[in-house]
């Protein structure tokens, strides 16, 4: 069976192939993943299994995830940690939270609540921790600091620039999210601002256009000038 074309009922905890059920019934079920792979629940636990309905693996977890990047993350009562395809954990440590793998890079919280980035053997990419971190697209990530102000990284764990703010977004095309005592407003690769107005909400550029809340809650079309387009 092609993985893909294999797709999961929530209400039935039943996967169905082309319109006919797959497998047995189960507790709890996610969707196949890359490389066709799905997490399950029966009355033994929590686990994986195959394309063909098969266990991946012997062992049984409290909750087991999607794999990404090949590796996939699983809770047992020692802690969080990632698997292999093959089923086994990738490092020793445990820890109070996994993420996902993006880009072979994933972030994770320690049992103290401080947050660092792994890489694709298990690896810390840096010595420093912060108090949230979040996933890298493109090379980049966003970071809270021990100062409570929100900055991106590199992979290395140094800062992208200079720049600290009170909330933060991921880069869409080299434009950030970014919000200051005044409001939202978008950022470049350096950490300075494309305009001067601020905004209650605003949404990534798409072709050079942006929809943006104003504080009535009004909305407005503005482009990477932040000058007015279209008023909603």
Same mark, same amino acid.
């Given at each position: 069976?092609?993985?893909?074309? =294999?797709?999961?009922?929530?209400? @039935?905890?039943?996967?169905y192939?082309?319109?006919?059920?797959?497998?047995?019934?189960f507790?709890?079920i996610?969707?196949?993943? @890359?490389?066709? #792979?799905?997490?399950?629940?029966? @009355?033994?636990?929590w686990?994986? #299994?195959?394309?063909?309905?098969?266990?991946l693996?012997?062992?049984?977890?409290?909750?087991?995830?999607?794999?990404?990047?090949g590796? /996939? /993350?699983?809770?047992?009562?020692?802690g969080?940690?990632?698997?292999?395809?093959?089923?086994?954990?990738?490092?020793?440590?445990?820890?109070?939270?996994?993420?996902?793998?993006?880009?072979?890079?994933?972030?994770?919280?320690?049992?103290?609540g401080?947050y660092?980035?792994?890489?694709?053997?298990?690896?810390?990419?840096?010595?420093q +921790?912060?108090?949230?971190?979040?996933?890298?697209?493109?090379? #980049?990530?966003?970071?809270?600091?021990?100062?409570?102000?929100?900055?991106?990284?590199k992979?290395?764990?140094?800062?992208?620039?200079?720049?600290?703010?009170?909330?933060?977004?991921?880069?869409?095309?080299? =434009?950030?999210?970014?919000?200051?005592?005044?409001?939202?407003?978008?950022?470049? %690769?350096?950490?300075?601002?494309?305009?001067?107005?601020?905004?209650?909400?605003? @949404?990534?550029?798409?072709?050079?256009?942006?929809?943006?809340?104003?504080?009535?809650?009004?909305?407005? %079309? %503005?482009?990477e000038?932040?000058? +007015?387009i279209?008023? #909603?």
């Open positions: 069976m092609n993985w893909k074309e =294999i797709k999961d009922n929530q209400e @039935e905890k039943q996967f192939y082309h319109g006919s059920p797959v497998f047995k019934k507790k709890s996610l969707k196949f993943h @890359e490389p066709g #792979i799905a997490p399950v629940e029966d @009355e033994s636990g686990y994986h #299994i195959t394309v063909d309905g098969s266990e693996y012997s062992d049984r977890y409290e909750r087991t995830f999607g794999f990404y990047c590796l /996939a /993350a699983v809770t047992s009562k020692e969080c940690c990632h698997i292999d395809t093959a089923g086994k954990p990738l490092y020793s440590e445990r820890y109070a939270w996994c993420g996902n793998f993006q880009e072979n890079i994933c972030p994770v919280r320690n049992k103290e401080a660092f980035h792994l890489d694709s053997n298990g690896n810390r990419l840096y010595p +921790t912060f108090l949230y971190a979040g996933d890298f697209r493109d090379g #980049i990530a966003c970071v809270k600091c021990a100062d409570g102000m929100w900055r991106h990284i992979a290395d764990g140094q800062f992208l620039n200079g720049k600290g703010f009170l909330d933060l977004g991921v880069f869409h095309k080299n =434009i950030a999210p970014a919000r200051d005592e005044k409001g939202w407003y978008h950022s470049d %690769i350096n950490g300075n601002e494309l305009y001067p107005e601020r905004y209650l909400n605003i @949404e990534p550029f798409y072709n050079g256009f942006a929809l943006v809340t104003n504080f009535d809650w009004t909305k407005k %079309i %503005i482009d000038n932040g000058s +007015t279209l008023c #909603i």
